[in-house]
């Protein structure tokens, strides 16, 4: 798959890999009938799992939508896999070392919060796009704290990277972020916990003022 220079407008999907590989499936399946611009692979790998052979079951399913598929904060795993790019939940300690061992070009996200420098040092790096988190109490964003937002009004007056939000977004709170400018949301248990996780992205894409 070629990598696109930009990530799209619209609905992130994280998806937890210790979740049953054929529910697991399955839903992305479902899901990718729908537009959604990225999926990340949350780090949440069970012990003695099949990692690759499971990336590359993912990958191929995304890749038939030319959907680009990350990995969370593991960075090895690009050069085993056929992964995309990398989300990275804290600044990493040298990222042109990384760039190095990986050898080939690949997409970079980061989790920021309420510290400008973030935003700055993805910037300044050359980073694709950047996630703030959390934005609403979430149990599976529990280590995250919540962001300002005045955070995200001043990173979009001031940088040019595409900014999208998690933790805690539903379709019912979503009209809550009508003030802010973001390029889209990233969710997870919203729709990766429902049977019908098409019918999950359509009801944020109807709420999603994009």
Same mark, same amino acid.
């Given at each position: 798959?070629?990598?696109?220079?930009?990530?799209?407008?619209?609905?992130?999907?994280?998806?937890?890999?210790?979740?049953?590989?054929?529910?697991?499936?399955?839903?992305?399946?479902?899901?990718?009938?729908?537009?959604?611009?990225?999926?990340?692979?949350?780090?949440?790998?069970?012990?003695?799992?099949?990692?690759?052979?499971?990336?590359?079951?993912?990958?191929?399913?995304?890749?038939?939508?030319?959907?680009?598929?990350?990995?969370?904060?593991?960075?090895?795993?690009?050069?085993?896999?056929?992964?995309?790019?990398?989300?990275?939940?804290?600044?990493?300690?040298?990222?042109?070392?990384?760039?190095?061992?990986?050898?080939?070009?690949?997409?970079?996200?980061?989790?920021? #919060?309420?510290?400008?420098?973030?935003?700055?040092?993805?910037?300044?790096?050359?980073?694709?796009?950047?996630? &703030?988190?959390?934005? &609403?109490?979430?149990?599976?964003? #529990?280590?995250?704290?919540?962001?300002?937002?005045?955070?995200?009004?001043?990173?979009?007056?001031?940088?040019?990277?595409?900014?999208?939000?998690?933790?805690?977004?539903?379709?019912?709170?979503?009209?809550?972020?009508?003030?802010?400018?973001?390029?889209?949301?990233?969710?997870?248990?919203?729709?990766?916990?429902?049977?019908?996780?098409?019918?999950?992205?359509?009801?944020?894409?109807?709420?999603?003022?994009?």
């Amino acid at each position: 798959m070629e990598i696109k220079n930009r990530i799209q407008k619209g609905i992130y999907l994280v998806v937890d890999p210790s979740m049953d590989e054929t529910i697991l499936l399955k839903r992305i399946e479902q899901a990718l009938h729908e537009k959604i611009v990225a999926l990340q692979i949350w780090d949440n790998f069970q012990e003695e799992q099949k990692i690759i052979p499971l990336i590359d079951k993912i990958c191929e399913l995304c890749h038939s939508k030319e959907v680009p598929v990350f990995i969370n904060n593991q960075w090895e795993l690009l050069g085993e896999a056929a992964l995309d790019g990398v989300h990275f939940d804290e600044i990493p300690e040298d990222i042109k070392k990384i760039r190095r061992k990986i050898g080939k070009q690949f997409l970079s996200g980061l989790t920021c #919060n309420n510290d400008l420098s973030w935003v700055s040092w993805a910037e300044k790096n050359r980073f694709d796009y950047i996630s &703030f988190c959390s934005i &609403f109490p979430s149990s599976t964003s #529990n280590s995250c704290e919540l962001v300002d937002f005045e955070t995200i009004k001043k990173t979009k007056e001031k940088s040019s990277l595409p900014v999208f939000l998690a933790g805690g977004i539903n379709p019912d709170n979503i009209k809550e972020l009508n003030e802010l400018d973001f390029e889209g949301v990233a969710v997870v248990s919203g729709i990766m916990n429902t049977d019908r996780p098409q019918k999950a992205i359509q009801n944020y894409l109807k709420k999603l003022n994009l």
